[in-house]
Structure formats: C-alpha cells, structure tokens
C-alpha cells in the first residue's frame, strides 16, 4: 500500500514530524534520561503545532507518545508527553521536512 504524498499543510506537517520522530527516535536528545528504545507499534503518537503554521520556519509543538523503554532489565511501554521546537522545510516535491531542534522536554504521563 502507497503511504499518501505529504504537503505543507499544517496536518500533513504534523504528520511528517510523527513520522520523522519514530525513525530518528534514537538519534534525539531528550531533557530526561530515559533509555529509550522505540515507538511502540500501535501507540500513541500524536504532534501539535503550538505556534500559528504560516509555512516553512521554525515552530514549538506538544506531543503525546507511548515509547518503548529499558527500566530494570524489562521492556516497558509508558506515555509521555514531549515540548521542543522543530525546522519545518520543504523538498522539491513539497512535502514537508522536519528537523528536531534542541534538547526535547520529556516527561512521563501518570
């Protein structure tokens, strides 16, 4: 099955920051030290644009994910909630970009 194009809309661009986020996952620097080993497969994974989308720039988001982790030699899944900044560009076909700024702000949800 075809993974539908993305555009530069503000949907498709949450969308894409999803996406970019479960595969860089390990790749990201959060504010927390967590040992983090994915995305859970069918877990919550939800971004929302904080800052009016006016195309591409840099913008703050708040998300929700339930991430896979290593806590005393046993793989448990939790939610937590995600604050940072992220560069949102555009390739040549228009689809959206996103790269991760800063450290992440994480913090697990109760």
């Known amino acids: 099955m075809d993974i539908p194009k993305l555009t530069m809309k503000r949907e498709d661009v949450q969308t894409a920051m999803a996406r970019t986020f479960k595969r860089d996952v390990k790749l ?3 504010s927390r030290k967590y040992d983090i080993l994915k995305v859970s497969g069918d877990g919550v994974c939800t971004f929302t644009l904080q800052d009016e989308y006016m195309g ?4 703050r988001y708040m998300a929700t994910v339930e991430l896979e982790e290593m806590t005393d030699m046993c793989i448990k899944s939790s939610k937590f909630r995600l604050d940072g900044r992220v560069s949102v560009t555009s390739d040549e076909s228009n689809s959206p970009v996103i790269q991760f700024l800063d450290t992440i702000s994480i913090n697990k949800c109760l």
């Open 28 to 30: 990201l620097k959060f």
């Open 56 to 59: 591409a720039g840099e913008y």
